[in-house]
């Protein structure tokens, strides 16, 4: 066999090899039956489909036009999908994915790797998946405590431990900050516990199965000094909320409310690094997460601000803490706020995106400016339920166009000039200023806008993001607009 020969057999071979794992499927067996579904790899998961999934647990799938969303329900579930988007709403607690969902040909396709566990607890069965063998199985569980998710809020810690069904229990706190939680009757898998990854907020964590109970000791970061327990339903989840009543994780400076910027004065810089805590922001393609590209971009920032002599410097959050939206809003006003700067990291379906923009709060103008709102606003499903699915209404707008009214054209100005600072050190697209109707804008008495320094979707820009220098040559750029925007304001006053 000549050379030629011998590479156009390989080259073929390697071909099949590739299509047919592109094109693969999964053996599925539940309730003593098989079946196969389709399913492709990406990111090194396993993408299923959810209307397969469906015809097996017999459930209903729609799909809302209007809002690009999809909705599961079944077993008295309720999921909401946002292809695009790594986050998933399952009766009104919102999950991580990690990767994003995506829309393939009318079906909506989830990562099978960090799904399963979800599925599990909704369907209260074990699910075990072989990703060699291809092979999901889902088996009766003999388990009644699923799992546990602690989650650092502003003002403490909110842990929430997972059950097929009610159970009784005691919670009692012990020394050197031990939470530990004992349920009769209870049943658990002490090595998926204790192999738990545990967030920064718990050190360590041990499970302990006995005859008759099944104990979880949760080791806390810190020690709090007052707690609260309920007992949830639809699912079942013991919720427990530790609070730190002398010092919460957000340090507000007291200040009064400024009515405007009457004296033209700006001595007061508020500093919004986006998302935080369990709200991860975007996902670049190798990992890196937005919200801690903004602390670091905020925390830099804030370094050169405070060599400005007189001026003071604000942040809604130092560390990787959870705010909710409207808080930050709030931490401003009552900061006295002159300025307030909102720091972010864009992603869009479009991988090739690029670029940096800024806007300023006003309704959007064009789908992509809306889009860009949307994503960032999604931030509202990490807050209370009733708040997680609230959108802004006419009468919202009325009342925030009263506020900004009056800061419409400083803000405009601001996001003008941080376009210029940005453009001149930066060989990335000048996508401009933009307006859209974000959250986090809402009802900030002050000058307030939300940059978007890179696309974090984008390869070759989550690689510049990880560069400690050209996140602080964004920095520099920030703090050179603020330089600017202040000196032109205090400039006028004195005319």
Request: hydrophobic share 40%; with cysteine.
């Amino acid at each position: 066999m000549n050379r030629k020969l011998s590479f156009l057999l390989f080259f073929s071979i390697i071909s099949v090899c590739i299509i047919s794992y592109a094109l693969s499927s999964v053996d599925m067996e539940i309730g003593g039956k098989s079946l196969r579904i389709d399913s492709y790899e990406k990111f090194n998961l396993t993408y299923v489909s959810i209307t397969e999934l469906n015809e097996v647990l017999k459930g209903e799938v729609s799909w809302n036009q209007l809002t690009k969303k999809g909705t599961w329900q079944f077993n008295g579930h309720e999921l909401i999908l946002s292809p695009f988007s790594p986050y998933i709403v399952v009766d009104t607690t919102v999950y991580n994915l990690v990767r994003e969902i995506e829309f393939k040909k009318g079906t909506i396709y989830v990562p099978l790797e960090t799904f399963k566990p979800i599925l599990g607890r909704l369907v209260s069965q074990e699910i075990s998946w072989g990703k060699k063998e291809r092979k999901l199985s889902f088996n009766p569980s003999k388990m009644n405590i699923l799992d546990i998710r602690a989650s650092q809020k502003t003002n403490g810690i909110l842990i929430e431990i997972f059950l097929s069904e009610p159970l009784e229990y005691h919670l009692f706190l012990g020394d050197s900050r031990w939470v530990n939680v004992n349920f009769y009757e209870g049943k658990l898998d002490t090595a998926f516990f204790s192999g738990r990854t545990i967030p920064k907020c718990i050190t360590e964590i041990k499970a302990y199965q006995f005859d008759n109970a099944a104990q979880l000791s949760l080791k806390m970061a810190k020690g709090f000094d007052k707690h609260l327990e309920q007992m949830q339903s639809n699912p079942y989840c013991l919720q427990v909320s530790l609070e730190d009543t002398a010092k919460t994780a957000v340090a507000i400076q007291s200040s009064l409310q400024k009515e405007n910027l009457e004296d033209n004065r700006i001595d007061v810089v508020v500093i919004d690094p986006g998302h935080g805590g369990e709200d991860l922001g975007a996902v670049g393609p190798s990992g890196l997460v937005e919200k801690d590209v903004t602390l670091d971009i905020a925390k830099k920032l804030s370094r050169y601000l405070r060599e400005e002599k007189g001026l003071k410097v604000m942040l809604t959050r130092r560390e990787d803490v959870f705010v909710a939206l409207e808080e930050r809003s709030r931490i401003a006003n009552r900061a006295g706020g002159d300025i307030f700067i909102s720091i972010h990291a864009n992603s869009a379906p479009r991988k090739t995106a690029t670029g940096f923009e800024t806007f300023f709060l006003a309704q959007s103008k064009n789908d992509e400016a809306r889009a860009v709102a949307t994503l960032e606003n999604a931030s509202l499903q990490f807050e209370k339920p009733k708040e997680a699915r609230k959108e802004i209404s006419d009468l919202d707008f009325i009342l925030l166009d009263m506020v900004q009214n009056e800061f419409l054209k400083e803000s405009s100005e601001l996001a003008s000039i941080i376009q210029q600072e940005l453009d001149r050190k930066s060989k990335r697209e000048n996508r401009g200023v933009d307006q859209a109707e974000f959250v986090v804008l809402n009802k900030t008495y002050m000058p307030a806008i939300l940059v978007e320094v890179a696309f974090i979707s984008n390869k070759e820009e989550e690689k510049l993001l990880k560069k400690d220098s050209v996140r602080d040559e964004i920095a520099k750029s920030l703090y050179q607009s603020i330089k600017r925007f202040k000196q032109k304001y205090e400039t006028k006053g004195k005319k």
